[in-house]
């Protein structure tokens, strides 16, 4: 696989549902969550560049984490826009023109690994198109009035993560599409799915939770304390092979 994809951070949220807590910033494990999700993105094999969409009160302290931990990936720092379509055109607007591919990604999902990252870019240069995705754990209803209308088959639902990569004349087709219509979709898949095009659902995670609600940042700790946890006793094991 061409190593001609380039990622889009989408970190220009306003972390309305946190109670005022800077969700990208947020102490996880002994790093801020957004060096989390930069450092996977930093060693995913099929990422050359990384844009970071953000908002211009948190480029200067961006730009310090960049070089505190070598994140050399990262070539930009962006304004956000109002919404998160017009963030990531900003985004997608200034990709390097040997650009072939695209992975949309949010900021604040920090417990993406470069594992995943690399398999879904992967299935989209098989099929145009993919994002992770796992079966939905609780019946989901669609609810009217305060009143449940209907129940949707559990079976043939999944819930969508990101890394959401695309072909990049697919997506800035679809972009051009929605502007032209005045839609503005909150999903990126949506916005290629109104084209007509499929989008290939690779294998997710569980633990590639979205850092939604404050009890979001005890789980997503726990999480990467146990992975490091792990992580050290892989190397104490191949100390005690040599």
Known sequence: ???????????????????????????????????????????????????????????????????????????????????????????????????????????????????????????????????????VKDTIKVVAGAFIQETPDRNSLVAIQTPQVFAKELYMQALLTAQKSGRDYTDDCKLVEALGARVFVTPGTYENLKLTTPEDIAIAESLLFKRNKEKEGEKHADRARV
């Open 1 to 135: 696989m061409q190593n001609q994809t380039a990622a889009v951070i989408v970190a220009a949220g306003a972390s309305a549902r946190m109670g005022g807590i800077p969700k990208l910033f947020v102490p996880l494990a002994g790093k801020e969550a957004v060096v989390h999700t930069l450092i996977a993105f930093e060693n995913a094999q099929s990422v050359s560049r990384v844009y970071v969409v953000c908002r211009a009160a948190d480029m200067r302290r961006l730009d310090s984490l960049r070089e505190k931990y070598c994140l050399d990936k990262i070539c930009a720092l962006i304004s956000g826009g109002a919404t998160r379509q017009q963030s990531v055109q900003n985004g997608v607007e200034q990709l390097d023109k040997a650009i072939t591919h695209v992975a949309i990604h949010d900021g604040a999902r920090p417990l993406i690994t470069p594992e995943l990252i690399d398999q879904t870019v992967e299935n989209a240069y098989r099929y145009g198109a993919s994002a992770p995705g796992v079966p």
